[in-house]
């Protein structure tokens, strides 16, 4: 043994002598290198590396949980102006389920383990409201500190007291939570329909009218509906122009729909053109109306009638004798023959309809609308026949007639309708089935070329192992010669010890070849 050592230390010598200054400056460098990094990985290594255990904790709730840490033992870090708490990397997960066992962090709040701890016999019915509504109240604000950009919330509900006489209006409660979201973070309008929704339903009688939610700068966070749109931050272009857009739609919509049924979904292309009228007029009329419009009559408040009637005498030449004094010189009165006289008056007050009408006419009427169908005919067919365009033709008509204004639309003859619709019957180009025809050629291309590929593999995975079989079973040829060649023979001797272990060798040599060349190698060693 020392021979060999002896042999390996002048070999090293004589192999640093050969080399250079450069080359053994370079060995040493290299030396010096390799332990560098291993001294470096060994203490970067050895160090525990620390990730947060707790995040967005109050003040109370970090002490809480460091006073527990530092009394097992175990090193923590406080970070976030004492809102995060870290310790060692491979604790985490424990750590987390141990406090979590002994109810670690404490907020000091009334949950509904606090709610079961302290149920009692001698319990009021005041401190059992008291006691679920503060419950309720912190299961929300824990509920609502799951959300994305929530750091915490804040929950204040209000529930109506109950009266002790039956009454049909319907007490509901109210709600106002603060929200404390992370820095720069806005919450997006379904989380805030969401915060309405979990919170209503969470409480009994709380309607999304009765719940008002702002973040710590007292913005408030108001309820839109999904299908809503806001309105008030368009010009009046994007708005008249939204609701042109959104008329065309729903009548195109519709028209695809029916049409598409009679000829088939892909057969039938729509467009629709309208021109709505966004003005709004506010009027007021003052209209006296007979009641019996018939007669142009009215209906008789009253009526005084007054009648005269005269009858007189002949009077003679001179007048009536004792009527008067007769005076010279002037003629008297000429006789005359009887006479009579008769006056009739009817006054009637008639009463008439008086109406007073304040109208405000709505806006976005259809003043014009055009409607364009084209219509793909049947397989073998150039066109539909004519029977199957009037009756689309008829269609679109009546829906013109009644989607137009009522007093545009009665203006309207047959034949300016029939001009505000177009109807083509012709062959489609460029149907989407020739493009999945191709996509599907393309992934049978792709199919076999997989295939092939995988064939490869599978080929040059059996020539390396079948490769790798005969170099080995050459490598054990080869040692078996060697071994053939500088083993002496053994004596001739049957009954000798020394013919018994050459039998044995050649018998292993033959059954066992893997382990009578593993014993060969070890001979080879050890000599």
Do not use: C
């Amino acid at each position: 043994m020392n021979d060999k050592l002896l042999q390996y230390r002048e070999k090293g010598v004589v192999f640093w002598k050969e080399r250079t200054n450069a080359q053994k400056g370079i060995m040493l460098g290299s030396i010096l290198l390799l332990i560098t990094m291993i001294i470096l990985l060994t203490i970067f290594g050895t160090k525990s590396s620390f990730l947060p255990l707790y995040s967005n904790l109050t003040v109370q709730e970090t002490g809480q949980i460091k006073e527990t840490l530092d009394s097992r033992g175990i090193s923590s870090e406080i970070s976030a102006n004492g809102t995060t708490i870290s310790v060692p990397e491979s604790m985490v997960d424990t750590l987390k389920v141990e406090l979590a066992a002994e109810g670690i962090p404490r907020s000091g709040s009334i949950d509904y383990g606090f709610f079961r701890d302290r149920m009692g016999i001698g319990i009021t019915d005041n401190e059992f409201s008291l006691m679920e509504r503060a419950a309720v109240q912190t299961e929300l604000g824990n509920l609502i500190r799951n959300i994305d950009g929530v750091n915490g919330a804040n929950v204040m509900i209000t529930l109506p007291e109950e009266r002790i006489w039956v009454s049909d209006e319907l007490m509901t409660a109210s709600a106002s939570i603060v929200i404390n979201t992370a820095p720069g973070y806005q919450l997006e309008p379904r989380q805030v329909r969401a915060l309405y929704h979990l919170v209503s339903k969470s409480v009994p009688n709380l309607p999304i009218d009765n719940i008002v939610i702002m973040n710590q700068m007292f913005e408030h966070y108001e309820y839109k509906d999904e299908n809503s749109i806001d309105y008030s931050t368009m010009t009046a272009y994007e708005h008249q122009r939204k609701i042109k857009q959104d008329i065309e739609r729903d009548l195109q919509r519709q028209l695809t729909q029916m049409l598409g049924t009679m000829m088939g979904r892909d057969s039938v292309l729509v467009s629709v053109t309208t021109d709505i009228d966004f003005t709004q007029e506010n009027r007021q009329e003052d209209i006296v109306a007979p009641v019996d419009e018939e007669n142009m009559e009215g209906l008789a408040v009253s009526i005084e009638r007054i009648t005269e009637t005269y009858e007189g005498d002949e009077v003679p030449e001179g007048g009536v004798a004792g009527t008067g004094e007769a005076i010279p010189g002037y003629p008297g009165i000429v006789g005359g023959g009887g006479g009579s006289y008769e006056k009739i008056e009817e006054r009637v007050n008639n009463e008439v309809n008086r109406i007073r009408r304040d109208i405000v006419e709505s806006p976005y009427k259809i003043r014009d609308l055009g409607i364009q169908v084209m219509v793909e005919p049947p397989d073998g067919q150039e066109e539909l026949p004519i029977e199957r365009l009037n009756d689309i033709q008829q269609i679109l008509s009546t829906i013109v007639r009644t989607s137009i204004d009522g007093n545009l639309a009665n203006e309207l003859t047959a034949e300016d309708i029939n001009d505000k619709i177009f109807v083509s019957s012709q062959q489609f180009r460029g149907k989407v089935e020739v493009q999945q025809v191709s996509e599907q050629t393309d992934v049978t291309w792709l199919y076999i070329v997989a295939g092939i590929l995988i064939a490869i593999i599978i080929l040059l995975i059996f020539l390396l192992v079948k490769k790798k079989k005969r170099n080995k079973e050459e490598e054990e040829e080869t040692i078996i010669a060697q071994i053939n060649e500088e083993v002496p023979e053994l004596p001739n001797e049957e009954d000798s010890a020394s013919a018994t272990k050459r039998k044995q060798l050649e018998r292993m040599a033959r059954e066992k070849p893997d382990e009578f060349a593993k014993l060969i190698r070890t001979w080879m060693v050890d000599d």
